[in-house]
């Protein structure tokens, strides 16, 4: 067990990487905003956080799990690589970050700019699920891969997620439950009904968030989803001259 309290974060993570080159697992109490813990984590190694992990938390992670029971910052997963995060609350700005594989799930919301930039190559396919709701540029630049919003427990006169939703998205489709205001979505991007290929890799996501978190199937499923897919793969196309 390792206690971070108001420790460096360079401290924390030299502890951390000591404790997993002797084992597989890591607990890591009272964290109060050290960042890059779990950086680069590989296969096979798990860290367990209590607190509010800081910035960059299991950026270029490469494998690894981290779960996290209480909130989190900025860019956690930025460009990462594969692996799982669990998030046991809500997350900051730019979730997911260019992430190119893995999976990411957050109990509550997601902050602006969640799973910007993300992308995919052939088997390479990154994942982040949200249980509640979304700020702005959900999905900004998207070119591959999966978000799922599943609009669970909001208040009333919250919107399911903010303004500019999928700018210049590209490639990948944000599955989306519930109703939501077709003025917030960037004009090259179409709004779609599920496949049969869609339902069966959307119920697979949600079963693992309901696994994580404790939440209905039944009760999620029961509330139709539609699918955000970019109209283009060059949205910016009529933006620039040629040369």
Known sequence: ?????LRRYEEINDEIKATLSKRNKCTVKDV?????IGCALDEGKTIEIYGTPGNDMACYLNGGKIVVYGNCQDAVGNTMNGGEIVVHGHSG???GYGMRD???YIRDNVACRGGIHMKEFR???????????????LGEYM??????????DIKHGEKLFGTHCASGMHGGKIFVRGTFPKENLSHNIKVEKLNAEDEKELKSYVKKYCKYFDADFEEIMA????????ATSRPYANLYTPN
């Open 223 to 230: 509330k139709p989803f539609k699918k955000l897919v970019p």
């Open 143 to 152: 070119a591959g891969g999966t978000i799922v919003l599943l609009g669970l």
């Open 123 to 137: 088997e390479m396919r990154p994942v982040l699920v949200i249980g509640q709701n979304a700020g702005s540029f």
């Open 93 to 95: 700005d730019a979730m």
């Open 102 to 104: 893995g999976q990411i």
């Open 32 to 36: 109060n905003g050290q960042r890059y």
């Open 1 to 5: 067990m390792i206690e971070a309290g």
